[in-house]
């Protein structure tokens, strides 16, 4: 039976830790498993199932017989060693922003578009991870009913902007609650922006820097991102993305239009108890709702508080949590590679 070589780039980071665990019980047949990242983390031990591996400095010829590499170490890393994967004759799954919008790159959600796969060059985007948890629980309303706009607000973890943001974060809230006059912050809303704010009992409207039209990168990338997974260009979507003092599990507030008329709230659950990958949680009776707290460590989409809007008789609004380190990332990329897997869409390297 074919089994595969497969590395991880950025194996020391949040992602790439997670990516760890998904390979630890995936149904992708592995003959070996290989970490790489940047030269300060050689000799790293790192345990995978059982055993212990040490971290490889990441290099060119790091991709010599490796079928699939797995991609988490930021977009410049992407864009200097993709290429020289895939001249190797890897497939690369890529969690970075560096090549989701390029052309013939597909950008891939497997409950929603993993037939996308097919076109891939040897190259496969992940997408940004409040837009696939968001894709999950709407592409099977968009089958059944249609879509026609997307308006949604996001409450993002500060997972998401890495490890050194949780650190900060969680040094922020004990120093405000020592009563420290002078509360640091060097990193957020965004590392390479002008302003830093403490995130700690506090909300930030920037994820990203700010770009086009007063949107940040963060809201673009869903925009764009969103019609692209849907294969929709006339698809409307607008996004507002937060950062919030949350460890782990991005929250959204989704409103959407849709195209058929006289569809229920019922009607929208019984298709969503169906959807794969999504879990209904939708009793306002017994305070039963989705919570970032309660998806950490679920790969999951968690979906409750749906509600027709009371002035359109075509709109609803729904409440999508996910762990976005997770479904939001390393799962996302363990399923793809699964799914390329299963419609025979890597050449392994002998």
């Given at each position: 039976?074919?089994?595969?070589?497969?590395?991880?780039?950025?194996?020391?980071?949040?992602?790439?830790?997670?990516?760890?665990?998904?390979?630890?019980?995936?149904?992708?047949?592995?003959?070996?498993?290989?970490?790489?990242a940047?030269?300060r983390?050689?000799?790293?031990?790192?345990?995978?199932?059982?055993?212990?591996?040490?971290v490889?400095?990441?290099?060119?010829?790091?991709?010599?017989?490796?079928?699939?590499?797995?991609?988490?170490?930021?977009?410049?890393?992407?864009?200097?060693?993709?290429?020289?994967?895939?001249?190797?004759?890897?497939v690369?799954i890529?969690?970075?922003?560096?090549?989701?919008?390029s052309?013939?790159?597909?950008?891939?959600?497997?409950?929603?578009?993993?037939?996308?796969?097919?076109?891939?060059?040897?190259?496969?985007?992940?997408?940004?991870?409040?837009?696939i948890?968001?894709?999950?629980?709407?592409?099977?309303?968009?089958?059944?009913?249609?879509?026609?706009?997307?308006?949604?607000?996001?409450?993002?973890?500060?997972?998401?902007?890495?490890?050194?943001?949780?650190?900060?974060?969680?040094?922020?809230?004990?120093d405000?609650?020592?009563?420290?006059?002078?509360?640091?912050?060097?990193?957020?809303?965004?590392?390479?922006?002008?302003?830093?704010?403490?995130?700690?009992?506090?909300?930030?409207a920037?994820?990203d820097?700010?770009?086009?039209?007063?949107?940040?990168?963060?809201?673009?990338?869903?925009?764009?991102e969103?019609?692209?997974?849907?294969?929709?260009?006339a698809?409307?979507?607008?996004?507002?993305?937060?950062?919030?003092?949350?460890?782990?599990?991005?929250?959204?507030?989704?409103?959407?239009?849709?195209?058929?008329?006289?569809?229920?709230?019922?009607?929208?659950?019984?298709?969503?108890?169906k959807?794969?990958?999504v879990?209904?949680?939708?009793?306002?009776a017994?305070?039963?709702?989705?919570?970032?707290?309660?998806?950490?460590?679920?790969?999951?989409?968690?979906?409750?508080?749906i509600?027709?809007?009371?002035?359109s008789?075509?709109?609803?609004?729904?409440?999508?949590?996910?762990?976005n380190?997770?479904?939001?990332?390393a799962?996302?990329?363990?399923?793809?590679?699964?799914?390329?897997?299963?419609?025979?869409?890597?050449?392994?390297?002998?």
């Amino acid at each position: 039976m074919v089994s595969y070589n497969v590395a991880i780039v950025g194996a020391t980071g949040a992602v790439g830790e997670k990516i760890k665990e998904m390979l630890e019980t995936t149904s992708l047949p592995l003959n070996k498993v290989v970490f790489l990242a940047s030269k300060r983390s050689v000799g790293k031990k790192i345990r995978f199932k059982g055993d212990f591996f040490e971290v490889e400095e990441l290099q060119a010829d790091s991709f010599e017989a490796i079928d699939i590499a797995i991609f988490s170490a930021g977009g410049e890393i992407s864009k200097q060693y993709a290429k020289e994967a895939i001249k190797r004759g890897c497939v690369v799954i890529d969690n970075t922003s560096a090549f989701r919008m390029s052309e013939g790159v597909p950008l891939v959600v497997p409950e929603v578009n993993s037939e996308a796969l097919k076109q891939h060059q040897g190259l496969i985007a992940n997408p940004n991870c409040s837009t696939i948890q968001m894709m999950v629980a709407l592409e099977p309303i968009r089958q059944m009913f249609g879509l026609e706009r997307i308006i949604v607000s996001t409450y993002q973890a500060v997972s998401g902007a890495g490890m050194s943001a949780i650190n900060e974060l969680k040094q922020q809230a004990q120093d405000i609650l020592d009563g420290k006059e002078e509360i640091e912050a060097t990193i957020l809303p965004c590392s390479g922006d002008k302003k830093h704010y403490p995130l700690a009992f506090n909300a930030l409207a920037q994820i990203d820097v700010f770009s086009d039209e007063g949107y940040t990168n963060e809201e673009w990338k869903m925009i764009n991102e969103s019609k692209k997974i849907m294969s929709d260009q006339a698809l409307k979507v607008s996004a507002t993305c937060v950062r919030v003092p949350v460890m782990s599990g991005h929250s959204e507030s989704v409103y959407i239009e849709i195209e058929k008329d006289d569809v229920s709230v019922n009607d929208i659950k019984e298709l969503l108890e169906k959807a794969p990958g999504v879990v209904l949680e939708d009793n306002p009776a017994e305070q039963i709702y989705p919570q970032p707290l309660t998806a950490v460590d679920k790969t999951d989409v968690f979906v409750g508080r749906i509600r027709k809007d009371l002035d359109s008789n075509k709109g609803f609004h729904l409440w999508v949590v996910s762990d976005n380190l997770l479904k939001g990332a390393a799962f996302n990329s363990v399923q793809i590679a699964e799914k390329l897997h299963e419609m025979n869409l890597v050449k392994v390297n002998q």
